[in-house]
C-alpha cells in the first residue's frame, strides 16, 4: 500500500461511517412510519424522502437533516471511490467491472438522496420514489422495444432482492464484517437482527420488482412504483407480514449502524 493510499485512508473511512449511520436513520424512520401504520397507532407507508419529511418536523429538525445529508454525500463519495480507485483490487474484468460499476450507482444514487435532504431543510418537497418511478418507466415506454427494458429492469431489481434474501441467511453475514468481533462486543443478538433486516430489504425490493413487472406486463407505467408503493403491495398480504415487513426495516437500519462500526473499510 502506498503512503498517499494510507493518508487517505481514515478520511474515506470517516466518510463511510458516517454514511451508514445516515442510512440507518433512514430505514429505521421508515420502518418504524410503517410499523405504527400496520398496527393501528398512525404512521403511513413511505418512502426515504417521506421519511427526511418526517424527520424534519422533529425538534432541531433542520440540522437533523444537514447531518444526515452530509453522512449520505460522505457515503456517495465513498462508494464512487470504491468503484474507481479499485482498492479491493477487483480487477478489470466483466464481472468486476460489473461489481465497480453498481458502486458507481449506488453513489450516485445516495448523492441525489443527499441532494434532497438539503431540498427538504429549505423547504421544497421533492418528488417520490415512486412519482420517479413511474414518470421513468412512461419515458422508456416511448422507446422502442422499451417495454423490454422495464422486463429488464424488474428482473434485475427482483434479482437483486432474491439475492439479499439468499445473503440474509448465507453462513457468512458479509466479508467485511467480522462477526467474532460483533458477538464479543455487542452479543450474537446483532447478528441475527441483521440477518433479519437484510432479508426485509429484499422483500421490498422483490415486491419493486414485481411492480415493475406489473407495468411491463399491463403496458401501464402507473403500475411501477418504489418503496412505499412496495410495502404497500406487502400490506395486501395481510397485517401481520406487513408489520414483519416494517420490523424487518428497523433491523436493517440497525445492520446499516453495526456496518458503521465493525465493518472493514479498504480504502487503498
Not at 43 to 62: E, I, N, V
Not at 98 to 112: E, K, P
Not at 252 to 260: D, I, R
Amino acid at each position: 500500500m502506498t503512503r498517499r493510499a494510507t493518508e487517505s485512508r481514515p478520511w474515506i473511512e470517516i466518510l463511510a461511517r458516517v454514511g451508514f449511520v445516515a442510512k440507518g436513520v433512514l430505514y429505521a424512520t421508515i420502518g418504524m412510519l410503517a410499523g405504527c401504520a400496520g398496527l393501528g397507532l398512525g404512521g403511513k407507508t413511505t418512502d426515504t424522502r417521506g421519511a427526511m419529511s418526517q424527520l424534519l418536523g422533529l425538534p432541531f429538525g433542520r440540522l437533523v437533516l444537514l447531518a444526515l445529508a452530509v453522512g449520505l454525500v460522505g457515503y456517495a463519495v465513498w462508494r464512487c471511490v470504491e468503484g474507481i480507485a479499485d482498492p479491493e483490487r477487483r480487477g478489470n474484468d466483466a464481472r468486476a467491472m460489473a461489481v465497480r460499476s453498481s458502486f458507481v450507482a449506488r453513489g450516485l444514487l445516495h448523492l441525489w438522496l443527499a441532494f434532497s435532504a438539503i431540498q427538504a431543510t429549505m423547504g421544497r418537497a421533492s418528488s417520490s420514489g415512486g412519482t420517479q418511478s413511474r414518470q421513468a418507466t412512461a419515458t422508456v415506454f416511448r422507446f422502442p422495444k422499451g417495454e423490454w427494458v422495464v422486463l429488464a429492469a424488474a428482473l434485475a431489481v427482483a434479482g437483486f432482492g432474491a439475492y439479499q434474501v439468499y445473503r440474509a441467511f448465507a453462513t457468512k453475514l458479509h466479508r467485511h464484517v467480522n462477526e467474532r468481533e460483533v458477538t464479543k462486543e455487542a452479543g450474537g443478538w446483532l447478528i441475527v437482527v441483521s440477518r433479519v433486516g437484510i432479508a426485509a430489504r429484499g422483500v421490498v425490493f422483490l415486491a419493486i420488482g414485481l411492480l415493475f413487472f406489473h407495468a411491463f406486463r399491463e403496458h401501464d407505467p402507473a403500475k411501477a412504483g418504489g418503496l412505499a408503493d412496495a410495502l404497500n403491495e406487502v400490506a395486501r398480504l395481510g397485517q401481520w407480514p406487513f408489520v414483519a415487513t416494517a420490523a424487518g426495516l428497523i433491523a436493517y437500519g440497525a445492520y446499516q449502524l453495526l456496518s458503521a462500526r465493525y465493518r472493514r473499510i479498504p480504502a487503498g
